[in-house]
């Protein structure tokens, strides 16, 4: 049987995304809208969500004000519809319909069905380790959104909010390890499914890296660094936030809330 299927990226593209005057000041989360043509973002300072070309340049006609704060993690709908964001400080689920650029509802984690499974991992008051990074598988509907650490724990909730399905610590056991940052400290922050392996990229902060997960074998596949670089002395992004990926295109769409870029990887496999 062959094993997994070894990836790697290439940086194609980086673009400066800060708009101090628009209040992007910290991109904090990052989805691909259904035709791939254009990317949302947050930032976890500003009411708003923020419309973006593959480029990074602001669409503000298309970019709009909601009346929620702290923003950290931003999904699209299977059917393009809707926009799915994750509050920290209240680890909820946040629906703003696109059209009519008005929030409908707003779920918090606690108020699902089966909040047993995952409420010791929550503690009250908040630790500032709650939700980060939020996505919608587009196969089945069903939502991703992942906790920071202490502990990282990725949650599957179904398709109309109303309950949580499974979920999973983020741990050395299912190989989110890393060389240089020890469990304790391993963060995790974007996420977003793949949907031609129907797995998931998941974004580290402190790891500067991406772990390419199986949701359905509870295994990490491999970890990609990610690379700004290729001399002696390789940089690394800061703070990556936000994940996006292109199935059609195969990029990979990465945003630094530290220096507010957008980068660009090329996705190279069994070509």
């Given at each position: 049987?062959?094993?997994?299927?070894?990836?790697?990226?290439?940086?194609?593209?980086?673009?400066?995304?800060?708009?101090?005057?628009?209040?992007?000041?910290?991109?904090?989360?990052?989805?691909?809208?259904?035709?791939?043509?254009?990317?949302?973002?947050?930032?976890?300072?500003?009411?708003?969500?923020?419309?973006?070309?593959?480029?990074?340049?602001?669409?503000?006609?298309?970019?709009?004000?909601?009346?929620?704060?702290?923003?950290?993690?931003?999904?699209?709908?299977?059917?393009?519809?809707?926009?799915?964001?994750?509050?920290?400080?209240?680890?909820?689920?946040?629906?703003?319909?696109?059209?009519?650029?008005?929030?409908?509802?707003?779920?918090?984690?606690?108020?699902?069905?089966?909040?047993?499974?995952?409420?010791?991992?929550?503690?009250?008051?908040?630790?500032?380790?709650?939700?980060?990074?939020?996505?919608?598988?587009?196969?089945?509907?069903?939502?991703?959104?992942?906790?920071?650490?202490?502990?990282?724990?990725?949650?599957?909730?179904?398709?109309?909010?109303?309950?949580?399905?499974?979920?999973?610590?983020l741990t050395t056991t299912n190989g989110f390890d890393h060389p240089r940052v020890g469990p304790d400290k391993l963060d995790f922050s974007g996420l977003s499914h793949d949907s031609t392996r129907d797995t998931l990229w998941i974004t580290s902060d402190k790891g500067q890296c991406l772990f390419h997960?199986?949701?359905?074998?509870?295994?990490?596949?491999?970890?990609?660094?990610?690379?700004?670089?290729?001399?002696?002395?390789?940089?690394?992004?800061?703070?990556?936030?936000?994940?996006?990926?292109?199935?059609?295109?195969?990029?990979?769409?990465?945003?630094?809330?530290?220096?507010?870029?957008?980068?660009?990887?090329?996705?190279?496999?069994?070509?």
């Amino acid at each position: 049987m062959a094993g997994p299927e070894e990836l790697t990226l290439s940086l194609i593209g980086e673009h400066r995304i800060l708009d101090k005057g628009a209040g992007l000041n910290e991109p904090s989360g990052l989805t691909l809208n259904t035709d791939g043509t254009a990317l949302y973002t947050v930032s976890d300072d500003t009411k708003a969500i923020f419309k973006l070309d593959l480029k990074g340049r602001l669409r503000i006609s298309e970019s709009f004000f909601i009346g929620v704060d702290d923003l950290e993690g931003i999904a699209i709908s299977a059917d393009g519809s809707r926009l799915l964001a994750v509050q920290e400080d209240t680890n909820s689920i946040i629906t703003v319909d696109i059209a009519s650029r008005k929030e409908i509802s707003r779920r918090p984690l606690a108020a699902m069905e089966n909040y047993g499974l995952v409420a010791h991992h929550f503690p009250d008051p908040p630790d500032n380790k709650g939700l980060e990074g939020i996505t919608v598988n587009t196969r089945n509907n069903h939502v991703f959104v992942v906790k920071e650490g202490r502990p990282g724990v990725l949650i599957e909730i179904s398709p109309d909010l109303g309950a949580i399905i499974a979920a999973r610590l983020l741990t050395t056991t299912n190989g989110f390890d890393h060389p240089r940052v020890g469990p304790d400290k391993l963060d995790f922050s974007g996420l977003s499914h793949d949907s031609t392996r129907d797995t998931l990229w998941i974004t580290s902060d402190k790891g500067q890296c991406l772990f390419h997960y199986d949701w359905s074998t509870d295994q990490v596949l491999q970890r990609l660094d990610l690379n700004l670089e290729s001399d002696q002395k390789p940089a690394k992004i800061r703070k990556s936030e936000g994940v996006a990926f292109d199935p059609v295109k195969r990029r990979l769409y990465v945003v630094s809330e530290r220096d507010a870029q957008l980068y660009v990887f090329r996705v190279h496999g069994h070509e």
